[in-house]
Nanobody
Framework: QVQLVESGGGLVQAGGSLRLSCAAS????????MGWFRQAPGKEREFVAA????????YYADFVKGRFTISRDNAKNTVYLQMNSLKPEDTAVYYC?????????????????????WGQGTQVSVSS
C-alpha cells in the first residue's frame, strides 16, 4: 500500500524559508510523478510544483518560479519542496501527491485529478 508522509511545515516570517519533505513508501516509483499542491482557507486546491521520478524534469506554477525548488532523493524515496522568500499569501496547507504512472510524453502535472495518492497535508503559515 502506498503511503505519503509529509513533514516540514511551520510558522515563518515573510522572507523566510521552509523545506517540506514527502516520504513515499509501498512500491517503486520509477514511472511516477510527484506533485505539491496547496489549499488556503476558502480557496480551491492549487498546483505548486511537480517532478518526474525518472529523469527529474520539474514543473512550477508561475507564482513560485524563482522562489520554490522541487527535488527528489531516489535512494530515500523522498521529494522535497524548498521554499524561499516566503510571502503571507503562501500560507496554506501543503499536500504532496503521487501520480503512479505518468503519461511520459504529455504529463499534465498541474492536473490534480491525475494523482492517485495524497499525503495528509502540512500547514505552512507565513506572518507579515
Amino acid at each position: 500500500q502506498v503511503q505519503l508522509v509529509e513533514s516540514g511545515g511551520g510558522l515563518v516570517q515573510a522572507g523566510g524559508s521552509l523545506r517540506l519533505s514527502c516520504a513515499a513508501s509501498g512500491r517503486t516509483f520509477s514511472a511516477s510523478g510527484m506533485g505539491w499542491f496547496r489549499q488556503a482557507p476558502g480557496k480551491e486546491r492549487e498546483f505548486v510544483a511537480a517532478i518526474r521520478w525518472s529523469g527529474g524534469t520539474t514543473y512550477y506554477a508561475d507564482f513560485v518560479k524563482g522562489r520554490f525548488t522541487i527535488s527528489r532523493d531516489n535512494a530515500k524515496n523522498t521529494v522535497y519542496l524548498q521554499m524561499n522568500s516566503l510571502k503571507p499569501e503562501d500560507t496554506a496547507v501543503y499536500y504532496c501527491a503521487l501520480d503512479l504512472v505518468i503519461v511520459v510524453t504529455n504529463w499534465h502535472a498541474e492536473d490534480n485529478t491525475l494523482y492517485d495518492y495524497w499525503g495528509q497535508g502540512t500547514q505552512v503559515s507565513v506572518s507579515s
